[in-house]
């Protein structure tokens, strides 16, 4: 499976990956907007948007293109990478009920 990541901090990208990689899931990350997001998502299977760290227009473009890709999208505040496993862990729990 794979995520992508929209925002969080440059300096835990390593970290991001680790995380998704010790759950099973392969990753990009996107911590600031460099061109066209649309071209660059691939078709993953959950998008992971750090809202406290990246812009509303990051944000809208992200959203738009994964609905229109019907990708589910996972909303967590913090930019930590606790955070990051507790949301991967709800949404692996959620998938299987």
Excluded: W
């Excluded at 835990?12 to 066209?36: D, L, Q, S």
């Excluded at 993953?44 to 609905?67: C, G, I, R, W, Y």
């Amino acid at each position: 499976m794979s995520i992508v990541i929209i925002g969080g901090n440059e300096c835990m990208e390593c970290r991001y990956r680790e995380i998704c990689k010790k759950n099973g899931y392969k990753a990009k990350v996107f911590t600031k907007e460099k061109g066209a997001i649309r071209k660059k998502l691939g078709c993953p299977d959950l998008m992971v948007l750090f809202t406290n760290t990246v812009s509303h227009k990051m944000v809208n473009s992200a959203t738009q293109e994964a609905k229109r890709m019907e990708i589910p999208i996972l909303h967590i505040h913090s930019s930590s990478s606790a955070a990051l496993q507790q949301g991967l862990e709800e949404y692996a729990a959620n998938a299987t009920a």
